[in-house]
């Protein structure tokens, strides 16, 4: 799914799939910080409002 | 008439006589010279409708998801791209394998209408064509006409996995020597390589002319579904409005629904009316599950079954 978006051009990173259990508290809150930061630095998606 | 063609309306004669199927879905003349349409025969008297020409473009094995409750026997007429539905079918038990008798067709590789109808006269009617290697002589009742087969023919034919059917119970014609030439995905790459910026300017501006007539969908072999959830009302799952969102987000579910199954017939890119390179999506698909889980073309095989539905240890975890 992640290549399918990006080969129609969204950019690498602005979509994401993990695999975390309900288990891995630590895990989820590492990746969800990391994966915000990336997102914050792409800025909005603009993909539609040309 | 060509030895193909008698060869298959015999074969089909017989099929009919012997009661052994009831049904036979080949192609015959078209509206103009250059097309076929689809025909069904159901009587031994009526097998002079069957052609075999160049022009055979269609892919038939559709219609076996369409007619999957007819109570008889049904015989089709496939090529080797249009065979890999064959299996496709099976494989999805959309139409169990012994109530189809498949009648296939070595292809040397097929013309395509449009650039045939910029170059000669089309609106007569067929009388014959004679194939001279790379020439190819129509001989319509408008007049004959010569055409080089490299400026005609169909451009998913220059890259062709398989001339001979992988699947036939009656094999019309002789088999075909040429050795396939898998393909090599360059488009692909080509848009691989381009920014983010444009590939969404490219494929935003093709998803914008999409009228969501869904012939894509109904040419697909692949495209099976009982209830397809582009049509659900109850729950509307998805809006059913023609916008660039919308239609964005059915070309993407369309081509993320048949990774890993598509059997890449191109028929999709050839019923668009829009021409949409819908087929371009489901390559992606195609050479990314080849990459990554080693698996053939789908249909290639009787076995198989789609990739994304099935589970191996050894599978890629591309992001854990």
Redesign the interface.
């Known amino acids: 799914m992640k290549r399918l978006l990006e080969y129609v051009g969204y950019e690498p990173g602005r979509f994401n799939a993990r695999w975390i259990s309900g288990s891995e508290a630590q895990k989820w809150a590492d990746t969800t910080k990391v994966i915000t930061e990336n997102i914050q630095a792409l800025g909005p998606n603009k993909r539609f409002s040309k | 008439m060509n030895k193909v063609t008698e060869n298959l309306r015999k074969t089909a004669a017989k099929l009919l006589q012997d009661k052994e199927v009831d049904l036979v879905i080949g192609y015959g003349l078209g509206s103009e010279a250059v097309r076929t349409q689809p025909v069904f025969v159901t009587s031994p008297e009526d097998v002079e409708k069957l052609v075999w020409n160049p022009f055979c473009v269609n892919g038939l094995t559709k219609y076996l998801s369409d007619l999957k409750t007819h109570p008889g026997k049904i015989a089709v007429v496939v090529k080797g791209c249009d065979s890999r539905g064959i299996w496709r079918l099976t494989q999805d038990n959309i139409i169990p394998r012994d109530k189809v008798v498949v009648i296939g067709i070595p292809c040397a590789g097929q013309l395509s209408y449009p650039k045939l109808a910029s170059k000669i006269d089309v609106s007569g009617q067929l009388n014959d064509v004679e194939e001279k290697g790379e020439d190819i002589v129509i001989k319509t009742t408008k007049g004959d006409f010569t055409v080089k087969r490299s400026e005609v023919a169909l451009d998913k034919c220059a890259a062709c996995e398989h001339h001979n059917p992988v699947v036939a119970d009656h094999v019309v014609g002789d088999s075909i020597n040429a050795a396939p030439t898998p393909d090599s995905y360059d488009e692909?790459k080509k848009?691989?390589e381009m920014s983010?910026?444009?590939?969404?300017?490219?494929?935003?501006g093709q998803f914008s002319r999409c009228i969501r007539c869904y012939a894509c969908r109904n040419t697909c072999p692949g495209c099976t579904c009982r209830e397809c959830v582009f049509d659900t009302i109850k729950p509307d799952w998805v809006g059913k409005e023609v916008n660039?969102?919308e239609n964005?987000l059915f070309h993407?579910t369309r081509?993320?629904h048949l990774?890993g199954r598509c059997v890449d017939c191109g028929e999709c890119d050839r019923v668009c009316p829009m021409d949409i390179p819908i087929r371009l999506?489901n390559k992606?698909?195609l050479k990314?599950c080849k990459e990554l889980f080693s698996m053939d073309t789908p249909g290639s095989a009787e076995e198989g079954g789609s990739v994304l539905g099935q589970y191996r240890l050894e599978d890629p975890?591309?992001?854990?």
């Not at chain 2, 983010?196 to 935003?204: G, I, M, T, V």
């Not at chain 2, 975890?317 to 854990?320: C, G, I, V």
């Open positions: 692909v848009f691989e983010a910026e444009e590939k969404a300017k490219f494929w935003l660039i969102e964005e993407l081509a993320f990774a999506l992606k698909l990314d975890e591309e992001f854990m």
